[in-house]
């Protein structure tokens, strides 16, 4: 029993990724997530406790998934910056051949939530610092693997490519032609070439 009670909860974890996904934390409401979720007020608070617990929880989910695709690119790929530039192009591919790339959820709720919900505002800046972190451990690895020239500093060059990552995730929001976002990606990858041993 205990069983499909954590599979019902995981399938309603990623209802409520899309649908913070698509719509964001303010413009969805309790009458969307009921929807999307298939569960009735009762059952919503019972499991989640409130909005922001079910929407704290999606975030863990949306994580733990990047930081999983993040691992599965970059580490196995011949070489580590082969890695992260195959983990760069792969976030501006689309869904399908319709659907236009998304922006990053962590993004999207970084540049959404207001001062008044600093709780949030905090957990989303410690999963980018996260994020920022793993950027930095694989160009250490690169480095010790004499990948990367010796004066490339890897905590600096993770900030770079972390602001780039986060820029171009952002810009996906304008629905930009999918050819142009690769090309967006190109010239990362290029960058990142420019640190690489001769």
Partial sequence: MARTANFDRQVALDKAVELFWLRGYYASSMKHIEAALDMRPGSLYATFGSKNGLFTEALDVYATRTGDDFDQIVYSAPTIIDGLQQYIRSLVAPCDNHAPVQACMLVKTLLEINTEDAALRAKV???????????CEALQQACIQGELRADVECPRLARLLQVQIMGVRAFAERRVPSDQ?????DDMVSLLDTYRAS
């Fill in 125 to 135: 800046d410690a999963m980018l610092a996260v994020i920022e972190q793993k950027l």
């Fill in 181 to 185: 976002m690769a090309a967006l990606a």
